[in-house]
């Protein structure tokens, strides 16, 4: 059985003209969306893990430039943004979202959350990954508040990956906020994809 080793980079090379991408449009997206399905973990009422991979962001870019109409300036730009998301072989990269309908409510809720991005980590039998935040990216405030979206890379040691492939172990994502204490463990269907993401 041949593994296939997952791409790393997204180069101009990789990136669809814009109708060739309408005509097959619906189709990508749906099979993206099936591909998010096992990589999303909730964590609590309102936060939501999103794993990213090559796919999920090669997705995003060709939908910027679909909706933006940009051209060859925005390639660049949407390649300099998102490339950065892909994992590299030892980690796992995730946008967590703090997804609060109510604008009243989440503005409230998010100023009560002030840090919220430095207390998140996969769990594997009790042994911590702690996420690293993308702080140039999005971040807490000065004010206290937190944004509604963070970009979280979990680098991993070669025995972790290991440990989090053994499915003897348990693997839970906690988010440790005073505010916001909330643990989840995740299914083999979700280890089983976000393992893909390991060299």
Do not use: C
């Not at 990789?14 to 097959?24: F, G, T, V």
């Not at 962001?57 to 998301?85: F, S, V």
């Amino acid at each position: 059985m041949t593994i296939m080793t997952p791409k790393r980079l997204i180069t101009r090379a990789d990136i669809l003209p814009m109708a060739e991408y309408a005509a097959e449009r619906r189709q990508r997206r749906a099979d993206v969306i099936a591909l998010k399905r096992a990589r999303r973990i909730a964590v609590g009422p309102f936060a939501t893990f999103h794993f990213e991979t090559y796919e999920t962001m090669w997705q995003q870019i060709h939908e910027m430039l679909y909706i933006e109409k940009g051209g060859e300036q925005q390639i660049e730009d949407e390649l300099a943004a998102y490339n950065p998301l892909i994992p590299q072989g030892s980690e796992l990269v995730a946008t967590m979202m703090l997804e609060i309908e109510d604008p009243v409510r989440r503005a409230a809720t998010l100023a009560t959350l002030g840090g919220i991005e430095d207390m998140i980590a996969l769990e594997i039998d009790g042994e911590r990954v702690a996420a690293v935040p993308e702080h140039d990216v999005e971040r807490t405030k000065a004010d206290g508040k937190t944004s509604s979206v963070h970009f979280l890379r979990f680098p991993f040691t070669r025995a972790q990956i290991e440990a989090f492939r053994d499915p003897a172990r348990r693997v839970m994502l906690s988010i440790g906020h005073p505010n916001y204490g909330h643990i989840a463990v995740l299914s083999p269907e979700n280890r089983a994809a976000l393992a893909r993401d390991f060299d």
